[in-house]
């Protein structure tokens, strides 16, 4: 025996159900009621020992039983088309695959921004300097587009040698005719000047501090580092099996990109960390730097790259910068030999 609720009641009547090739048939009273299998509801619900069928939108109707043959027979019958029951199984079955997908992606995620970086960081670390310095004059031999001011260039040579900056490379500066705003590096070997750059400047203390940031670039290996993890997993496997040929070729062509290539806010912060430091180590005004982002905030509208990256921006790179200078409590002495090179430059 069975009771039978209809929709809407709350009491139940007397019935007696039976199963068939459509459903369920219940008899309660003079009523003669079919339950298409389609619409009744794929958990079949214990309570108090018995079994009970739900059919139809809320308010369902309902069908509680004590007859567990009923049920089985139910679901020989029916498991197929409507996953009765199963559909608890499936619900598990669901979870636990959302569960492993989820797992994956946070894997996924953790693969590609915390243990890709930091392998590519180590497998920089294995690459010798000789070597890297050798990938930075390949990509430089590259850029043969570059409208270079070689008089010129000279003297931005003589001004960065003056610096006495701290580096384990030889780096060699250029000044290019572009009116974009921008400074670059190659790894471990050229540093690129616009005039659009210099043109901003208004004094040897601004070259100093941009200088000093390039090159704590090339002395951090940012460039090799941002190359190598751009190109990511590839770059990994084939040092696995040992095809560093095909490597080269990569950093190569990802080197051609090097204009544009925007660093990570880590970096970027890096770069002004060691560069500050470089400034104080010699007794050059930080303020320089401090001039610098002002002045390339103020004129965010042109083209420009790298150097004034919007990682980390300006606004926050000045506040930071202030704050250094504010606890360095250092001296600085006057600068007469770069003044005068930073003014032969400058109204060459
Ligand atoms: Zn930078």
């Known amino acids: 025996m069975a009771n039978y609720t209809a929709k809407g009641e709350s009491l139940g ?33 214990r309570k108090q020992g018995n079994y009970v ?18 049920v089985i027979h139910f679901l020989k019958q029916h498991k197929k088309s409507g996953h009765y029951l199963q559909g608890q199984r499936n619900t598990i079955w669901l979870k636990g695959m959302l569960l492993l997908l989820g797992i994956l992606v946070i894997l996924h995620l953790l693969v590609y921004f915390y243990l890709l970086p930091r392998m590519a960081d180590e497998f920089v670390k294995s690459i010798p300097i000789e070597q890297e310095q050798k990938l930075g004059e390949e990509i430089f031999s590259q850029m043969s587009d570059m409208n270079e001011d070689v ?5 931005l040579n003589a001004f960065f040698a003056k610096l006495h900056y701290q580096t384990p490379y030889k780096p ?16 471990g070997s050229h540093i690129v000047v616009t005039m659009g750059i210099l043109s901003k ?8 501090a941009l200088l000093a940031h390039e090159l704590s670039h090339i002395n951090c290996r940012h460039i090799t580092r941002s190359l190598c993890r751009n190109l990511g ?13 095909g490597l080269s070729g990569r950093l190569l062509q990802g080197g051609a990109q090097l204009r544009t290539l925007s660093f990570s806010r880590e970096f970027e912060e890096e770069a002004d960390h060691e560069g500050f430091a470089q400034l104080i180590k010699q007794g050059i005004d930080p303020n320089g730097m401090v001039n610098l982002f002002q002045k390339l905030q ?16 300006l606004k926050s790179r000045i506040e930071y910068t202030k704050q250094k200078i504010a606890k360095s409590h250092s001296v600085f002495l006057p600068t007469p030999t770069l003044d005068s090179i930073f003014e032969k430059l400058q109204n060459w």
């Open 13 to 45: 009547k007397q019935a007696h159900a039976s199963v068939d090739a459509g459903g369920l048939t219940i008899n309660c009273g003079h009523r003669h009621i079919v339950w298409q299998a389609a619409f009744i509801h794929k958990k079949i619900e």
């Open 53 to 70: 069928f739900q059919f139809g939108d809320s308010p369902a109707e309902t069908l509680e039983t004590s007859e567990k043959l009923l």
């Open 151 to 155: 008089a010129r260039s000279k003297v």
């Open 172 to 187: 060699k500066l250029h000044l290019v005719k572009d009116e974009v705003v921008n400074a670059y590096a190659t790894p």
């Open 201 to 208: 400047m208004k004094s040897s203390k601004e070259l100093s």
């Open 233 to 245: 997993s590839w770059a990994l496997l084939s040092v696995a099996v040992g095809d560093i040929g």
């Open 298 to 313: 103020q004129d965010q509208t042109i083209d420009v790259a790298e150097f004034i990256s919007t990682h980390p921006d």
